[in-house]
């Protein structure tokens, strides 16, 4: 575990970089470390602030599911990305429209055991991916293609 230290008293020392030049450098020493509570209280206190920093799950996984979404753009590919279990009565009609008509297929993506990370990679996915299509297509090609779908099948 890092401790942090938050009084430094500076001291000069001579460093050596990578390429082996001496160079002249200051050091920071600690003079007075961070001391951890001793109490249930206080490793919940630590727990309970990684939490509210973002360290979650469901940030990584938005993180991720943007990351995918631009390799996938890199290779040419266009998704719209949901959640594995979560698709309209309509689902298999309007992504064989999309496919057919504008070249747009579909990805799943699930995590059982937390269904909130599964749906952050769908927003992260879909933040980078319906931004693209939007530019290529125009910002209701989904609404009409949805509205083709239903109108196909009220007759």
């Given amino acids: 575990m890092i401790l942090i230290w ?11 970089s990578l390429n082996g030049v001496i ?8 003079t007075q470390p961070i001391k951890f509570p001793g109490s249930i209280f206080g490793y919940c206190l630590i727990i309970y602030c990684i939490f509210i920093l973002g360290c979650s799950r469901e940030r990584e996984e938005y993180w991720n599911g943007r990351g995918q979404a631009e390799n996938d753009l890199g290779l ?12 309209s009565p309509y689902f298999w009609d309007y992504t064989a429209l999309l496919k057919n008509r504008y070249g747009i297929s579909w990805t799943v993506f699930s995590l059982p055991a937390n269904s909130d990370a599964a749906k952050a990679w769908v927003r992260g996915y879909n933040e980078i991916a319906l931004t693209n299509i939007y530019r290529k297509y125009g910002t209701n ?15």
Avoid: C, N, W
Wanted: glycine letters at 8%; aromatic letters at 6%; charged letters at 25%.
């Fill in 141 to 155: 090609v989904l609404v009409k293609t949805m509205a083709e779908v239903q109108k196909l099948h009220d007759h």
């Fill in 23 to 30: 160079i002249r450098g200051i050091k920071m020493l600690p």
């Fill in 76 to 87: 040419g590919l266009m998704r719209i990305a949901y959640v594995d279990g979560e698709g």
């Fill in 6 to 16: 938050p009084y430094f008293r500076p001291s000069t020392i001579d460093v050596a």
